[in-house]
T-cell receptor
């Protein structure tokens, strides 16, 4: 069974540009989460989808970040326009059941804004 | 919201020694207590977890202990090996928060051969 996959693995963009990150969760996992780790600090929650619905987006930094999960399968996270402080590693995770269940992480997308 | 503190931030041990990492949380409603291991450049992976109705759980060289009264849980690694070197994160979660994980700051464990 394929794990959680993220694309691209690395992205270097200039300040002001747009970047779209993609996450393919494990098939059948209704729950999809986005997290971010900035400059070696803790991993912080961004948002949570249950199927195609946003369940919790309390961790989204600001309105430059837009997440979608059309059809309840893969998800995209768009940053527009990107700022220097958006640099970090963006992780996606999926789980079958949101209650006390293992979350499986993707390998992450390392975003560098210059 | 949940406040999670993890100590120590770095830990260096000799191969064969034990390592203990402690995680303190603030939300008394937390009921799921996982530990994730992240090797350099790789994805975080669950290594052990415990639910709120259990005080201790072991899996070979790894154990987790939970003290709900004091609101802390700890990761114990015995007979450490160089491949245990990684960053370890605690990430307590609450049933009514949709399963989102609130991560501690991470502990960088270095096991010297």
């Amino acid at each position: 069974e394929a794990g959680v996959t993220q694309f691209p693995s690395h992205s270097v963009i200039e300040k002001g540009q747009t970047v779209t990150l993609r996450c393919d969760p494990i098939s059948g996992h209704d729950n999809l989460y986005w997290y971010r780790r900035v400059m070696g600090k803790e991993i912080k929650f961004l948002l949570h989808f249950v199927k195609e619905s946003k369940q919790d987006e309390s961790g989204m930094p600001n309105n430059r970040f837009l997440a979608e999960r059309t059809g309840g399968t893969y998800s995209t996270l768009k940053v527009q326009p990107a700022e220097l402080e958006d640099s970090g590693v963006y992780f996606c995770a999926s789980s079958q059941d949101r209650v006390n269940t293992e979350a499986f992480f993707g390998q992450g997308t390392r975003l560098t804004v210059v | 919201g949940e406040n999670v503190e993890q100590h120590p931030s770095t830990l260096s041990v000799q191969e064969g020694d034990s390592a203990v990492i402690k995680c303190t949380y603030s939300d008394s409603a937390s009921n799921y207590f996982p530990w994730y291991k992240q090797e350099l450049g790789k994805r975080p992976q669950l290594i052990i977890d415990i639910r709120s109705n259990v005080g201790e759980k072991k899996d070979q060289r790894i154990a987790v202990t939970l003290n709900k009264t004091a609101k802390h849980f700890s990761l114990h690694i015995t007979e450490t090996q160089p491949e245990d070197s990684a960053v370890y994160f605690c990430a307590p979660a609450t049933h009514n928060q949709g399963g989102k994980l609130i991560f501690g700051q991470g502990t960088e464990l270095s096991v010297k051969p």
